[in-house]
């Protein structure tokens, strides 16, 4: 059975990354999310794709100049579907106190090595306080974030993004000892999803939000896709 991940929440149906976009995945009954991390400049893990503000809050600067404090009380409505009430950044640790989800998968973006030795050792300690340790997977493209995750985090699930093959993905996932392989869609052949589940990886596929492409995917045995619309692909998947 192919399992379903809501991308930044229901990014199709509420502002990304923020609580109620989250909350509206687990309305769908869909108990697994993506997300995106960035540290704020006291070293809080911030839930927002963008290494700066402007795209989905239009303010300036970058998330990494901005204390957590200032950092919550900024509306990030500003790129999604129409929303009525303010949709603040979330904290990861709100996002952990407040939704039941069965598994996380965290996303770390580029980082320097010592801002991803940082950023992992926080996922780390976030999780373990949450007693989500064994329910998170912190996924990344980048070589620094994996390495941190292999050498300092080494407890935690990791996984590879891979968004193009001109590196072969199995390669890389299998060099950084990864559980998870994030593939883009456009990548997922029969013959490398076979491959790559042979080798141990859970094969997740980003961003499926057409139904006829969707059941395409899990007929050719995904273990799971993520969407934009948790809802949709709920329903499409168990027709």
């Known amino acids: 059975m192919t399992l379903i991940y809501g991308h930044r929440g229901a990014k199709g149906e509420a502002p990304e990354n923020t609580l109620v976009s989250f909350q509206k995945c687990l309305e769908h009954g869909v108990r697994r999310c993506e ?94 306080r949450y007693g989500l340790a064994d329910k998170v997977t912190v996924t990344s493209s980048s070589r620094a974030v994996l390495t941190a995750l292999n050498q300092l985090t080494p407890q935690l699930s990791r996984g590879l993004v891979a968004e193009y093959a001109w590196l072969d993905p199995l390669k890389v996932a299998r060099h950084y000892e990864c559980q998870l392989l994030a593939l883009n869609w456009t990548l997922c052949t029969p013959e490398r999803l076979l491959k790559a589940q042979k080798s141990g990886l859970h094969v997740s596929v980003w961003t499926v939000n057409e139904p006829a492409l969707m059941q395409r995917l899990a007929d050719f045995g995904v273990d799971s896709l993520i969407t934009d619309f948790p809802g949709l692909a709920a329903a499409t998947l168990t027709r």
């Not at 839930?47 to 300036?60: M, N, Q």
């Not at 996303?107 to 991803?116: L, T």
């Open 35 to 128: 997300l995106d991390l960035h540290l704020s400049r006291d070293s809080e893990l911030m839930v927002i794709h963008d290494p700066t503000l402007k795209r989905t809050t239009g303010r300036r600067g970058k998330v990494v100049e901005h204390d957590a404090a200032a950092l919550v009380t900024y509306d990030a409505r500003k790129s999604g579907p129409d929303w009525v009430q303010p949709c603040p950044i979330p904290r990861l640790a709100e996002l952990f106190e407040t939704c039941d989800f069965e598994h996380w998968q965290l996303e770390v973006k580029s980082a320097s090595k010592v801002r991803a030795a940082r950023t992992v050792t926080a996922i780390a300690t976030l999780a373990e």
